[in-house]
Each structure stands twice: as C-alpha cells, then as structure tokens.
C-alpha cells in the first residue's frame, strides 16, 4: 500500500509548528483484513520525512509527521506481530529531496566540502545530477564511503525497529556493486531481511545475482497479462511466461521475482483491461505462476485508476481509504472474494512458488498453461479462456481434478470444457 494516499494525507510536509498526524494507527484497523485476504507481508511505501509524494525523502530515521511518529510505528509494527504479518519498508536511495541535511550543506558549503561528494554531479560539473529530470530529487553518489555507511546504518535502524525487510527503490538506477556491499553488512545483524529490487528494464536475473538480493518486480509478466487479454493474443502472455521460467531458472537461490498485476506506478488493472469479465484471468494468472505474487491495495476490491503523466497524475491510483472495511462499497467484496479463493488455492500448493509454466495450447483465445514443481505430484493445469463460446481444452488432465473456476462453485462434467470468457484451473 501507498500510505500516504491510504490514510489521506496532505499533498506537503507539514510546516513547522504543525502538529503531528497519527495516521499510521489508521492502517492498524486494516491489518486483519489483509490477513483474511492471505497476505503475510505488508510492503509499504514511503513513510520517512518526505517533501511530497515520499520519494523525496529528507530525514530516512523519522516517519513523516504527515503519518505519525515513532511510537505510532512501534504500535504498528506490534500490530503486525499479533498478526504474523511482516512490514516491508521502501527505501529510497537512490535520490534525495532537496531539503536532505547533507545536500542543504553541500548546497550552502561548496562542492570543496565532504558533503559534496554524497552526491552526483552533471556530465559538465556545473551541477548536482537529478533523476530522470526531476530537479526535486538529487542523486546520491554511490561511490562515495559515507553514502555506503549512511545506507547501512538506515537499513539496520528499521529492521532493529521491526522492519521485515526493504524495497528498493529505483534499483534499476543503483550499480549492482552497492547493494553487493551494503546487503551482506546488513544481513549480518539481520539475515533473515528480505529485499526487494525495483527493475522496470534490464537483466534480472543478472541485477539480482550480483547485487545479492532477493527479489526483482517482474515488469514483463505484468505488461504480458493485461495486454494479452486485451489483444486477445496469449500468444504474448506465452513468451513472457517462457522468459519468466528463464528468470526462475537463473536466480540465485533462494531468490524469486515479485510477481504482480497492479502497483504504484500503473494504471489499475480494472481500468487497463478492456473488459470487467477478464480480470479474474488475470488474478488467476498471478496465483498460479511461480514467485513473489502481491497485491495493490484497491485491487482485491476492483478499484479504477487511470496513472497520468502529469503532476498530480498518480493521485486515481493512490487513494484514500475508509476508516474501517465496513465502510468499502458493496460490489467490492466480489473482487476480494476472488483473490481470497486463489490465494487459498496458492496457499495449498506452496509448490507454484517456484513453479515453471509450459503452455500446453495455444490459440487467440484459449490457452492452457501446466505448471509443474519439482516432484512428479506436483502439477496443475490453468485453462484460460475469452472466447465467446464454451472450448473445450484437447490436452492431458490425469490425475487432476477441478479446483478452482472463475465462478466460485461452479460444476462440470467435463473438467477440460471452459465456459466462454471463463477459466478453470485442475489440480
């Protein structure tokens, strides 16, 4: 979740004098509704002293007076216990806002003083370097010792405060080398801290194996599943599968990609496809494929949100929720009912973490993807079909039986035959 847009926050940092917010204790009320959904983990985004949208980070040791203080974080983090849920924390360390302590001395002192050299500088020198041209965020220099040092000690501060584990902001942008040196640092007072990496581009596989990570946003499979339902070519979605089981292949163990169908940065899935009866392929799709699979809050509720590239351009896909779940609309909780049955079924067959995908058949649309883990037992067949008529699926199904279908309850006397803009998946 974005807690900024969760909890309604304002658009700034809150002036001097202002007094605190306490929103943090909002999510707290929202904690057993993830639970119920299935989740373990709860990956937040920005909560540190920030400018504006939080990835303008200006003090990485305070949460945002906008979200609360430090005691509401213990309160949160003590939630989440009673809970087993794990808190992820987004780090951003790749850039800086412009109110950074080190960058205002740098600013003020000269490119002659140590503060300078945290930060990097145009290709002339004339300049402190920004990222992707935004002038608000300032790039740190990740050559330089003290930034290393600096990132460390920030990672160690929030996982010694019950911190699961890190996002990694822009990691695409961030020398493999640095993570090489700051995640074994890290691991060494907390090695079971999880970190993920944000790749929209690149090698993977490659990115995670050197940095050392343990998870990599798996653009690819997101973009392949909306847009093949749309097109009606899972000819796509089958290539982008194919690569997928490349990057399990090639990970450094234990690592896995994270998985997913909606986040911060996109359209929501209810708005990017171009019919409501496909979304639960989609879901389907992500509870049956090995990895990480995550879910944006909104999108086990069918919330629409269109990203724009304009300022204010993220606010539809960042929103605000209720107090309380109670509070949600009505036709929701068919979305929410959906994610909970496939993340049950997921929950069942922990194999499909690391499963591998073949497609089995292949047409416009229909198509049947097996999915098999490392022992023989462990097999299931998702059948996918958007078509305008009932297909029936000429592929091999011994041994497997109907265990989830787009209709919750729904009975065939042929568990290979697909209603029309339907799925079945047979375990």
Request: aromatic share 10%; proline share 6%; hydrophobic share 40%.
């Amino acid at each position: 979740m974005y807690p900024l847009g969760f909890t309604g926050a304002e658009r700034a940092a809150l002036t001097a004098g202002e007094p605190v917010r306490h929103r943090l204790r909002h999510l707290e009320a929202w904690l057993d509704y993830a639970v119920e959904l299935g989740c373990n983990g709860l990956l937040l985004g920005p909560v540190f002293a920030a400018e504006t949208h939080g990835y303008d980070t200006v003090d990485h040791f305070s949460i945002d007076a906008r979200l609360g203080d430090s005691d509401d974080w213990d309160a949160l983090v003590s939630a989440a216990d009673q809970r087993g849920l794990r808190l992820i924390l987004d780090g951003v360390f790749n850039h800086v806002g412009r109110g950074f302590q080190p960058l205002r001395a740098a600013l003020s002192g000269g490119p002659a003083t140590p503060a300078a050299r945290w930060f990097k500088r145009t290709p002339d020198g004339s300049d402190y370097a920004v990222f992707e041209g935004h002038e608000q965020l300032v790039e740190l220099d990740h050559n330089e010792p003290a930034v290393l040092s600096y990132v460390i000690e920030v990672m160690t501060h929030w996982l010694g405060r019950g911190a699961g584990g890190w996002r990694l902001d822009a990691a695409y942008a961030v020398p493999p080398s640095f993570w090489a040196k700051v995640i074994p640092a890290v691991r060494e007072a907390f090695p079971r801290a999880w970190f993920l990496g944000e790749m929209i581009h690149g090698d993977y596989a490659a990115y995670a194996n050197e940095a050392g990570i343990d998870s990599i946003t798996q653009y690819e499979v997101w973009k392949a599943v909306w847009s093949s339902l749309n097109d009606r070519n899972f000819q796509e979605l089958a290539h982008a599968l194919g690569r997928h089981n490349a990057f399990l292949d090639s990970f450094d163990a234990p690592a896995l990609p994270q998985t997913f169908v909606g986040n911060h940065d996109v359209t929501r899935l209810a708005t990017a496809l171009n019919d409501d009866r496909h979304f639960s392929h989609a879901v389907a799709v992500l509870f049956c494929i090995g990895g990480v699979p995550s879910v944006y809050y909104g999108d086990e509720q069918g919330f629409r949100g269109l990203k724009e590239h304009r300022p204010g351009g993220d606010d539809e896909i960042r929103p605000q929720f209720p107090a309380a779940p109670d509070a949600l609309l009505p036709d929701g909780w068919r979305y929410y009912r959906l994610h909970q049955r496939l993340i049950g079924f997921r929950r069942r067959h922990p194999w499909l973490t690391r499963a591998r995908t073949t497609a089995e058949h292949l047409e416009p649309s229909a198509l049947a993807l097996r999915l098999r883990g490392g022992d023989p037992g462990e097999q299931a067949l998702l059948m996918l079909n958007t078509g305008d008529a009932e297909f029936r699926f000429p592929v091999d199904a011994a041994g497997l039986s109907v265990a989830e279908t787009a209709e919750a309850g729904a009975v065939s006397t042929d568990p290979l035959l697909v209603p029309p803009h339907s799925w079945t998946i047979l375990a």
